[in-house]
């Protein structure tokens, strides 16, 4: 079955300007995080949606922002974005998991966003 | 907070070597899981190990966590070319008040195999 896609797979912006990723799961997969990727932090966790609904978030700034559709595809904007926000974005679907149980992640090739 | 120290940062070894690379925390985790990331890529998942002192063996690669859950090794026997890439161990936890588990990752161990 096809994987996780991203899309765009590049993308440069200027600061100030906002972007949006896109992020469709595997097909049966509900739940979708989002990470940044950067030499410096290594990878972080930014928020997980399941069934439209945001379920846990990382700490990062408000102008990181997701939402999730009814077909589990997931979008994350970043507004007024920073050279610091230079990074490797990913999107990783997984199954939703009740307490103690656990599913195997998924991730995406992921979208490279250059701020300039 | 918790946090995945994993060491070396950087691993440059010749094909046919063996090495380990290690992934230690503060923190105990419910799962731990070891991923391969290569260029332009996402992570793969290589294992993920439950259990407190539990061994698993994946081809050239075995993967051990600590009695404690609170770290991880993998070693790789006689390397390969194609062992290259990022190295990366990811806890899982299930945060106050949330109804999935969450993963903090480490920041990776680079690993090159030269010919």
């Known amino acids: 079955k096809a994987g996780v896609t991203q899309t765009p797979r590049y993308l440069i912006k200027t600061r100030g300007q906002q972007v949006t990723l896109s992020c469709s799961p595997i097909s049966g997969h509900r739940s979708v995080s989002w990470y940044q990727q950067t030499p410096g932090q290594g990878l972080q966790f930014l928020f997980e949606y399941f069934s439209e609904t945001q379920r846990n978030k990382g700490n990062f700034p408000g102008r990181f922002s997701g939402r999730q559709f009814s077909n589990s595809r997931s979008e994350m904007n970043v507004s007024t974005l920073e050279l610091g926000d230079s990074a490797l974005y990913l999107c990783?679907?997984?199954?939703?998991?009740?307490?103690?149980?656990?599913?195997?992640?998924?991730f995406g090739p992921g979208t490279r966003l250059t701020v300039l | 907070t918790q946090l995945l120290e994993q060491s070396p940062q950087f691993l440059s070894i010749q094909e046919g070597e063996n090495l380990t690379v290690y992934c230690n925390s503060s923190?105990?985790?419910?799962?731990l899981q070891w991923y391969r990331q290569e260029p332009g890529e996402g992570p793969v998942l290589l294992v993920t190990?439950?259990?407190?002192?539990e061994v698993k063996k994946l081809k050239r690669l075995t993967f051990q966590f600590g009695d404690a859950r609170k770290d991880s090794s993998l070693h790789i026997t006689a390397a390969q070319t194609g062992d290259t890439g990022l190295y990366l161990c990811a806890g899982a936890h299930y945060p106050r008040g949330g109804s999935n588990y969450k993963l903090t990752f480490g920041k990776g161990t680079l690993l090159t195999v030269n010919p």
């Open positions: 923190s105990v985790f419910s799962s």
């Open positions: 190990v439950v259990t407190g002192g």
């Open positions: 990783a679907s997984k199954r939703w998991a009740t307490s103690g149980a656990y599913n195997e992640q998924f």
